[in-house]
T-cell receptor, first 114, second 110 residues
Framework: EPEVTQTPSHQVTQMGQEVILRCVPISNHLYFYWYRQILGQKVEFLVSFYNNEISEKSEIFDDQFSVERPDGSNFTLKIRSTKLEDSAMYFC????????????FGQGTRLTVV | DAKTTQPTSMDCAEGRAANLPCNHSTISGNEYVYWYRQIHSQGPQYIIHGLKNNETNEMASLIITEDRKSSTLILPHATLRDTAVYYCIVSPYGNNRLAFGKGNQVVVIP
């Protein structure tokens, strides 16, 4: 069964450092997403991406965040200057189509900012 | 977006059908009902979705009331591996964004 893969599974970084979280969506999918889940809290939408541009973003997704699809397979989330409150699980997801279809999620990257 | 209301938690007996309720009394005509689950801190897993009609797939059945104000997810034969947080999400047509709530912590008991 096709799956979304994320690397690394766990990232520890110092406050103020830049991190890049990587995702390989399902190969024929066209829509890509990032969500995060702070420990013990809800899964929160960050951003959606289609046709090499952001299609929607939440209020969480401020100027410290950026996304990119640098090649035909990877989808990345960059946090420029990490803060303690960025510590969370980050989930990548993809869908074949943009509307009302199932989203496939990766297993997540646990980001710990120290 | 319409909001949903689910029990905070519930227990189910292994091997029995698990009926997970969800209220979405403010749902509008173009909004779909989605169910996802999350096992431990793994990525959410899609289960099923529907608009008006009842739906069934290899994982579960979704029963939506005629007025669409509530729905029930049915796991036909619950196993220990079905222990998870189950999310009922209402999302308008054309909206890619999933708004997860706190969900229903379902524990399947041997």
């Amino acid at each position: 069964e096709p799956e979304v893969t994320q690397t690394p599974s766990h990232q520890v970084t110092q406050m103020g450092q830049e991190v890049i979280l990587r995702c390989v969506p399902i190969s024929n999918h066209l829509y890509f997403y990032w969500y995060r889940q702070i420990l013990g809290q809800k899964v929160e939408f960050l951003v959606s991406f289609y046709n090499n541009e952001i299609s929607e973003k939440s209020e969480i997704f401020d100027d410290q965040f950026s996304v990119e699809r640098p090649d035909g397979s990877n989808f990345t989330l960059k946090i420029r200057s990490t803060k303690l409150e960025d510590s969370a699980m980050y989930f990548c997801a993809s869908t074949a189509e943009g509307v009302n279809t199932e989203a496939f999620f990766g297993q997540g990257t646990r980001l710990t900012v120290v | 977006d319409a909001k949903t209301t689910q029990p905070t938690s519930m227990d189910c007996a292994e091997g029995r059908a698990a009926n997970l309720p969800c209220n979405h009394s403010t749902i509008s005509g173009n909004e779909y009902v989605y169910w996802y689950r999350q096992i431990h801190s793994q990525g959410p897993q899609y289960i099923i979705h529907g608009l008006k009609n009842n739906e069934t797939n290899e994982m579960a059945s979704l029963i939506i009331t005629e007025d669409r104000k509530s729905s029930t997810l049915i796991l036909p034969h619950a196993t220990l591996r079905d222990t998870a947080v189950y999310y009922c999400i209402v999302s308008p047509y054309g909206n890619n964004r999933l708004a997860f709530g706190k969900g229903n912590q379902v524990v399947v008991i041997p």
